[in-house]
């Protein structure tokens, strides 16, 4: 158990490693291959690879009795994998699809894979893509804040100066925020900034349209 807990970032690399080598096999296999049934087995691995950084997370923080960098890291991973992750691999299985298909000579796309592959091309649903990803953003970052509130707060009430002042942003004391270590403070204000990039850069698909050629 130890050995875990000291290494257990280069175990969470691994088990994120695995995962990727999964999905790469999955595709190899089904289309390489033509195995159906055999290549099933490579994504129950990575749900199952999934589920054990769950695990992981939460047996770190019995361990330690912290909420730490740790424990957001595999949240934030485990999230996505379950919300835009799925997106993400259906976009990935299409791709092997096409590249493997024309290697092999075959087509391996569907009518719909090529409507899908063309509508992703359309500006108006590129904007609206962003537009519906950034509200899910935007959803899961207050989610985690109201989470690391109150874990850092006694009561919610408390947090109403810090939201009605933000001049604490920034600062380098964490007394002085409303959260109760560095830990949080710092992924707060990391995630803050990525997120308003993000936000900005997902809304930029809406308002400059015609400036979009598609992904």
């Not at 054990?52 to 991973?77: D, K, M, N, P």
């Not at 791709?95 to 509508?119: A, F, P, Q, S």
Request: proline share 2%.
């Amino acid at each position: 158990m130890d050995v875990i807990l000291e290494y257990q970032w280069e175990v969470f690399i691994g088990i994120e490693v695995l995962s990727l080598v999964s999905l790469l096999l999955f595709g190899v296999v089904r289309y390489v291959f033509n195995k159906q049934k055999r290549s099933l087995s490579f994504l129950f691995l990575f749900v199952l690879l999934l589920f054990l950084e769950a695990a992981l997370a939460v047996f770190i923080y019995r361990e330690t009795g912290e909420f730490s960098t740790f424990q957001i890291v595999i949240t934030i991973f485990v999230i996505y994998a379950c919300t835009f992750g799925i997106s993400d691999f259906k976009k990935l299985d299409r791709w092997m699809r096409l590249k493997i298909g024309n290697w092999r000579g075959i087509e391996l796309l569907t009518e719909k894979d090529k409507y899908v592959m063309k509508k992703q091309k359309d500006p108006k649903y590129i904007a609206k893509k962003y537009r519906y990803s950034s509200m899910i953003h935007f959803l899961l970052f207050v989610i985690a804040q109201l989470i690391f509130l109150s874990y850092s707060l006694d009561s919610m009430e408390q947090a109403i100066p810090y939201l009605t002042d933000l001049s604490w942003i920034g600062t380098e004391y964490v007394e002085e925020t409303p959260y109760s270590n560095e830990t949080l403070y710092g992924i707060s204000m990391v995630w803050g900034l990525v997120f308003i990039v993000d936000f900005m850069y997902s809304w930029s698909y809406t308002i400059f349209p015609a400036k979009q050629k598609g992904e």
